[in-house]
């Protein structure tokens, strides 16, 4: 009996035999791209929705102005101008540059050193006062901002109370010009250096103990160690830290709103409370949406300075 019949420019394949296996193709909707799509369509969703489509909406109306009077018309770069030529605008471009060349550096060098002191088995007690240091974490930064008023009141106030132990004068703190950002940024400190001290403990843990084994047996330092093994085996963990606090810091509010309305003398008239000032006490929504643009392209630059000056050669 013959085999099964062939066909010309069909490679000689058997009519009615079984297809080869590399002739099979899976539907789209079964393959790879198409699974990890749907699993990233939910975050991709809330990305449109909660970022891509605000941050749209506000470039839009960043070039418009709206008046009761003439309504809605179209000023193209005319709002970047007026905010450019407003005095209090640069006043604030100013004590937010400062403000973040400040909290910065300071929030994430006291959470590396906390995280080391706290990652060591020889000091006594490091479980308590690593729950001490996380413990404002869980309290509201509106919270925190009335405590820290209590604190900061000229008369009667905490800190001018231990100033008076020591034999200091009282001080203003927020109601003077020269201490209400450094009163902010001390607020801010005590809630913020436990949170980003958590990851860095984190990524201390992950780091294998070998390495200081045979830094130790090297006769390194403790400090030689904490330069050579410690700082560069962080680098990651440390780069997470000093975006995402700068991200934070460059849009606090509350505090702000809370303790001193952007004062006194315009000493912590951040830029997002001086778009809330703009958006709803003088109800000039163009000019306040040019504002947050602007809020958004500096913290892309600095982030992006960040990025360059952390990334690692790996």
Do not use: C
């Not at 179209?74 to 604030?92: E, H, K, P, Q, S």
């Not at 132990?165 to 902010?184: R, Y």
């Not at 250096?193 to 294998?208: E, H, Q, S």
């Not at 560069?232 to 991200?247: D, H, I, K, N, Y």
């Amino acid at each position: 009996m013959s085999g099964p019949s062939t066909r010309a420019g069909d490679g000689g394949q058997a009519v009615g035999a079984r297809p080869r296996p590399g002739h099979y193709r899976r539907p789209w909707w079964r393959g790879t791209a198409a699974v990890a799509l749907a699993f990233l369509l939910p975050s991709l969703v809330a990305l449109t929705l909660l970022r891509l489509l605000p941050g749209a909406t506000a470039l839009w109306e960043s070039l418009h102005h709206t008046s009761l009077l003439s309504g809605r018309s179209f000023v193209g770069l005319g709002n970047y101008l007026d905010l450019f030529a407003n005095a209090d605008f640069r006043g604030a471009v100013a004590v937010t540059l400062l403000f973040t060349l400040v909290v910065n550096p300071l929030q994430v060098a006291v959470s590396v050193a906390l995280a080391v002191l706290y990652t060591r088995r020889r000091m006594a007690g490091s479980k308590v006062w690593r729950a001490l240091v996380i413990l404002p974490i869980a309290t509201p930064p509106a919270v925190s901002a009335v405590v820290w008023s209590v604190v900061f009141r000229p008369e009667g106030g905490l800190a001018n109370a231990l100033l008076a132990v020591v034999g200091l004068p009282p001080q203003g703190f927020l109601t003077s010009p020269d201490q209400a950002l450094a009163s902010i940024i001390v607020l801010l400190s005590w809630i913020g250096v436990g949170y980003w001290m958590l990851f860095l403990i984190a990524g201390i843990n992950d780091i294998p103990a070998e390495l200081y084994e045979a830094a130790e047996l090297d006769g390194a330092s403790p400090m030689r160690a904490f330069l050579s093994v410690t700082l560069p085996m962080l680098r990651r963990p440390l780069s997470f830290v000093l975006v995402a606090a700068t991200v934070s810091n460059l849009l606090v509010f509350a505090p702000v709103q809370i303790l001193t309305g952007g004062g006194p003398e315009g000493s912590t008239n951040l830029l997002m409370y001086d778009i809330y000032s703009r958006a709803y006490s003088l109800g000039d929504m163009g000019r306040a949406q040019a504002e947050v643009v602007v809020l958004v392209v500096i913290t892309l630059v600095i982030v992006a300075v960040q990025f360059r000056m952390l990334r690692s050669e790996d």
